[in-house]
C-alpha cells in the first residue's frame, strides 16, 4: 500500500479544511487507516484512525467534535474533515497505514503503522 495526502492549505482560525488521503493497493477489512500530525519541534501526534472494514472512527480527545474521519471503499481514501480549526492545529498532517489480519484494537502509536503518506502542511492562522 502507498499512501498520498492532499488538501492542506492556510486557513483562518474558526475555518475548515478536508484533508484527503488516496491509497494505491489492496486494503483489507482489518486494516485501519490513522491521521497523525506533527508540528515543528514536537513529537508525531496522533488525531484519528478508521477502521477500513466498517468504518468505526477513533479519535484523540483533543479533536472530538471537530474532527471527522471518514472512507470511500469505492475510491480508497480515506477523509478527515477539520471544522473549528485553531491555531493549535497548525502541523504536517500525515496518514498511515496499519495491516492486520485480524481485527484488532485501535492504536495511537505511531510504530505500529507500517506505511507512511508524505504529509500535507495545515496552516492556521489567528
Known amino acids: 500500500v502507498q499512501l498520498q495526502a492532499s488538501g492542506g492549505g492556510l486557513v483562518q482560525a474558526g475555518g475548515s479544511l478536508r484533508l484527503s488521503c488516496a491509497a494505491s493497493?489492496?486494503?483489507?477489512?482489518?486494516?485501519?487507516i490513522g491521521w497523525f500530525r506533527q508540528a515543528p519541534g514536537q513529537e508525531r501526534e496522533f488525531i484519528a484512525a478508521?477502521?477500513?472494514?466498517?468504518?468505526?472512527?477513533f479519535y484523540v480527545d483533543s479533536v472530538k467534535g471537530r474532527f471527522t474521519i471518514s472512507r470511500d471503499p469505492a475510491k480508497n481514501t480515506v477523509y478527515l474533515q477539520m471544522n473549528g480549526l485553531k491555531p493549535e492545529d497548525t502541523a504536517v498532517y500525515y496518514c498511515?497505514?496499519?495491516?492486520?489480519?485480524?481485527?484488532?484494537?485501535?492504536?495511537?502509536?505511531?510504530?505500529?503503522?507500517?506505511?507512511w503518506g508524505q504529509g500535507t502542511q495545515v496552516t492556521v492562522s489567528s
Open positions: 493497493g489492496d486494503i483489507f477489512s482489518n486494516d485501519h
Open positions: 478508521i477502521n477500513w472494514r466498517n468504518g468505526k472512527p
Open positions: 498511515a497505514y496499519r495491516g492486520s489480519l485480524r481485527a484488532t484494537p485501535f492504536s495511537s502509536f505511531a510504530n505500529v503503522y507500517t506505511t
